[in-house]
């Protein structure tokens, strides 16, 4: 568990310096870094910190709707703790499913704070714009990943039986 809140620490501690550090992201600006502060240009991949404030759901959609998103959220985690303290005997791995909470409520407690969900690590990939994330949207990230390389995994050991 002391990793866990050491990774939720790390995230918030990562959004404060964003909003403190880095430059917002110039929209009317083209090319490496978009006003942000340039971390590496390996053409035809960049990597710049922007900040950026986002009051939707992944990707920005959903924006305007944010109540119901910080709502939707929480009933989620919720469900997600409860599930792992009282239903999860093992049965299933658990630290996936503890990186998606943490991940998520980073983003929750970002939005009740602030408003928004902060964003602030921007990749291009051939020119073309990846969607600006934060450490909570990794770790979800990597607790989805992980699940589905678990899922593969049981899928192919039962098939095998």
Do not use: E
């Not at 792992?84 to 939005?111: E, H, Q």
């Amino acid at each position: 568990m002391f990793i866990f809140v050491c990774l939720l620490g790390l995230d918030a501690l990562t959004k404060v310096a964003a909003l403190q550090y880095i430059p917002p992201l110039a929209a009317k600006l083209t090319g490496f870094p978009f006003g942000g502060i340039p971390i590496f240009d390996w053409t035809p991949i960049t990597f710049s910190l922007n900040l950026v404030g986002n009051s939707g759901a992944a990707c920005g959609l959903f924006q305007g709707h944010s109540g119901i998103l910080f709502a939707f959220r929480s009933v989620i985690i919720a469900c997600l703790i409860v599930y792992l303290l009282f239903f999860n005997r093992g049965k299933n791995p658990s630290f996936p499913l503890w990186l998606i909470v943490i991940g998520a409520v980073g983003n929750a407690i970002d939005y009740w704070v602030y408003g928004h969900v902060t964003d602030f690590f921007h990749f291009c990939f051939w020119g073309r714009s990846f969607p600006i994330f934060n450490l909570a949207d990794t770790y979800i990230s990597i607790g989805v990943i992980v699940l589905f390389f678990f899922s593969r995994v049981s899928k192919l050991r039962t098939a095998s039986l």
